[in-house]
């Protein structure tokens, strides 16, 4: 299984991006899907995620609000748009898959069960 993001970039503060996560292989709608992001010299933090379904979600407080996190299973893809965006949003973002197959979010590091490689997003003040 393979998970590429797409989408990161330099914008100002209060500006927007969308972040795409693409999976590969046949079993992504049972998968549910995390974004986490890593600030330099920080620890990796939760952001978003959606169960395999769709039907629930969950943000970090920080985020909510300006963030929405959806799926589109035909194309095996999660998105994160991201509104509002500020200063210390800046980070490496990754999103992660569960396959577990749960009917609640995840919203841990230690459960997700692989990851992409990143993306960076700078938002300049």
């Known amino acids: 299984v393979q998970l590429v993001e797409s989408g990161g970039g330099l914008v100002q503060a209060g500006g927007s991006l969308r972040l795409s996560c693409t999976v590969s292989?046949?079993?992504?709608?049972?998968?549910?899907m995390g974004w986490f992001r890593q600030a330099h010299g920080k620890e990796r933090e939760f952001v978003a995620a959606?169960?395999?379904?769709?039907?629930?979600?969950s943000y970090a407080d920080s985020v909510k609000g300006r963030f929405t996190i959806s799926r589109d299973n035909a194309k095996n893809t999660v998105y994160l748009q991201m509104n509002s965006l500020k200063p210390e949003d800046t980070a490496v973002y990754y999103c992660?898959?569960?396959?577990?197959?749960?009917?609640?979010?995840?919203?841990?590091?230690?459960?997700?069960?692989?990851w992409g490689q990143g993306t960076q997003v700078t938002v300049s003040s």
């Open positions: 292989g046949s079993l992504f709608s049972s998968y549910g």
């Open positions: 992660a898959a569960d396959f577990r197959r749960t009917p609640v979010v995840v919203t841990t590091v230690s459960e997700y069960d692989y």
């Open positions: 959606i169960t395999w379904s769709g039907g629930r979600t």
